[in-house]
Nanobody
């Protein structure tokens, strides 16, 4: 059974930082790309960042480029999202997900397993 468990969300002031973690189990983690997505209240879920199976290819949404960094530790079966210079518009539930392939894209419909999310709230 594949499981993804996010952690690290919370309340932070504008300009602050948070580091999200996503622990995976039930699948050979190092064979698949991973992604972070977010969903704000009343909005559709959107792509945030992706990382390929070995961590050599990173992609970011324009809205987070230069502020967020995705990384992974295949020995720990964990993917991370370091979020700096947070803004109120970053407030959302953040989800990690598996791609069914070693490399990922921005299309949410391609993801085959999702975590339950962790809430990030940025106060102004």
């Amino acid at each position: 059974q594949v499981q993804l468990v996010e952690s690290g969300g919370g309340l932070v002031q504008t300009g602050g930082s948070l580091r999200l973690s996503c622990a995976a189990s039930g699948r050979t983690f190092g064979l698949y790309a991973m992604g972070w997505f977010r969903q704000a209240p009343g909005k559709e879920r959107e792509f945030v960042a992706s990382i390929n199976w070995i961590g050599g290819s990173l992609n970011y949404a324009d809205s987070v480029k230069g502020r967020f960094t995705i990384s992974r530790d295949n020995a720990k079966n964990t993917v991370y999202l370091q979020m700096n210079s947070l803004k109120p518009e970053d407030t959302a539930n953040y989800y990690c997900a598996f791609y069914p392939t070693p490399n990922g894209g921005r299309d949410l419909s391609t993801m085959d397993f999702w975590g339950k999310g962790t809430l990030v709230t940025v106060s102004s």
